[in-house]
């Protein structure tokens, strides 16, 4: 299992249940709306969704997360940020939202390679997983080969 490192927030939300989106960088587009109305009927729900939330779909996603009520689980690809974006700082005083990484403060820049480790964090976290897109070929379709997982495309 991959260790977290360091942290910021709720930590008991690591308790709950816990339903890992990823998603590959670049997307069809027939593969946004459903990624949108996916993270919204999660909100919705009040389901507690994790994910690095680094492309810009992830983006998207933790947009419409962010208006409900439900937790928050960013997982990084590098060590804790030193500034807290403005829209992420009533979840975290709220407590429905919690910052994990692999990472000591050291690592700076997301890599492959911390990408990979980050996805893994996730994937041993996680109670149900999500793939919004997973490209052909691509690092997260290799890192799934063996898991069972939902596909929204």
């Known amino acids: 299992m991959t260790p977290i490192i360091a942290h910021l927030g709720n930590l008991e939300l690591l308790n709950g249940p816990k339903t890992a989106f990823l998603c590959s960088r670049r997307v069809p587009a027939k593969v946004v709306l459903k990624c949108y109305d996916w993270?919204?009927?999660?909100?919705?729900a009040k389901q507690c969704v994790m994910s690095g939330f680094h492309s810009t779909l992830e983006k998207d996603v933790l947009h419409?997360?962010?208006?409900?009520?439900?937790?928050?689980?960013?997982?990084?690809?590098?060590?804790?940020?030193?500034?807290?974006?403005?829209e992420l700082q009533a979840?975290?005083?709220?407590?429905?939202?919690?910052?994990?990484?692999?990472?000591s403060a050291e690592v700076k820049r997301v890599t492959t390679q911390t990408a990979e480790r980050r996805n893994q964090l996730m994937l041993d976290l996680a109670d149900n997983?999500?793939?919004?897109?997973?490209?052909?070929?691509?690092?997260?379709?290799?890192?799934?080969?063996?898991?069972?997982?939902?596909?929204?495309?």
């Open 129 to 153: 997983v999500v793939i919004g897109y997973a490209k052909p070929g691509g690092l997260l379709e290799r890192q799934l080969f063996d898991l069972r997982f939902t596909i929204l495309d």
């Open 64 to 86: 419409y997360l962010l208006k409900g009520t439900q937790p928050i689980i960013i997982a990084l690809a590098r060590g804790l940020k030193s500034r807290i974006e403005p």
């Open 91 to 103: 979840p975290l005083a709220n407590g429905r939202l919690l910052i994990i990484t692999p990472f």
């Open 39 to 44: 993270a919204i009927a999660q909100r919705e």
